[in-house]
């Protein structure tokens, strides 16, 4: 770390970040501070400069920040700011996850049970995805957590396993992830507590996106389930009315 960052105590640092956050970590990056390169690369991508904030990925991956190359891994996969390469992406996540991050075995996991820049290995996916639950946190563990459950309803790497699938998304509900918290819904009303599943149906509206609003308003729409067409669509969109509150 360069001396006259370095030579902030942990209260200065704290007053600098109070008063120009962004300001600060910018001359941190510049400085030649890996984790604050990959800190205003995230800044930059969120103001829609994603090719400024890929080239700060890039100068903090070259410095083993482990972050900042799952985020190169995200740039190539979803085409921010440099072309999509599937193949790159892969191999930054698999790097990555193999050190340890939960966010790049998440992303590892996608890529390899979508066969998209590696062969289709779901076996693999699936050993990533558990290793994500287990050693992760956060939303990334809640994401892993519903993706396994998800393995496990369909039988995608072996026999299909409702109690598994019951018991992951519950935890990746519990764990804030949007999906899953409708998928533990679908699972309480399939067992016949639709008063348990109302609350994570609202909880679903308010972290969900638009796209998949709109999809499980459809799914609710046809449900087998008399209270999900009425109860359940209205718990959804308590949810999102919350939100855009």
């Known amino acids: 770390m360069p001396d006259h960052v370095a030579a902030l105590s942990d209260d200065q640092i704290a007053a600098r970040l109070e008063v120009d956050r962004d300001a600060f970590i910018l001359e941190a990056a510049e400085a030649g501070v890996a984790h604050a390169q990959a800190l205003w690369g995230q800044v930059l991508l969120d103001r829609g400069e994603a090719r400024a904030g890929f080239g700060w990925f890039l100068k ?25 390469d599937k193949t790159r992406a892969a191999a930054c996540f698999r790097v ?9 075995m998440y992303n590892y996991a996608t890529l390899l049970a979508l066969g998209e820049g590696v062969a289709e290995d779901k076996a693999a996916a699936l050993t990533w995805l558990e290793r994500a639950v287990a050693e992760g946190s956060g939303l990334a563990q809640a994401k892993a957590a519903n993706f396994v459950g998800s393995f496990a309803e369909d039988g995608w790497a072996g026999p299909r396993a409702l109690t598994k699938a019951r018991r992951y998304y519950a935890r990746a509900a519990a764990g804030g992830d949007f999906r899953g918290c409708f998928n533990h819904a679908r699972m309480l009303g399939d067992a016949g507590e639709v008063t348990a599943a109302l609350p994570w149906l ?17 799914y609710l729409a046809a449900s087998t389930i008399p209270a999900f067409r009425t109860q359940g669509l209205a718990a959804l969109r308590q949810g999102q009315a919350s939100l855009a509150c």
């Not at 903090?60 to 482990?66: P, W």
């Open 202 to 218: 609202t909880r679903a509206g308010a972290l969900g996106h638009a796209r998949f609003i709109a999809q499980a308003c459809v």
């Open 60 to 84: 903090a991956a070259a410095q083993d920040h482990v972050m900042a190359l799952n985020m190169v891994g995200r740039c190539y996969d979803l085409g921010w700011g440099v072309s999509v």
């Open 96 to 104: 990555a996850a193999g050190r340890g991050l939960d966010w790049a």
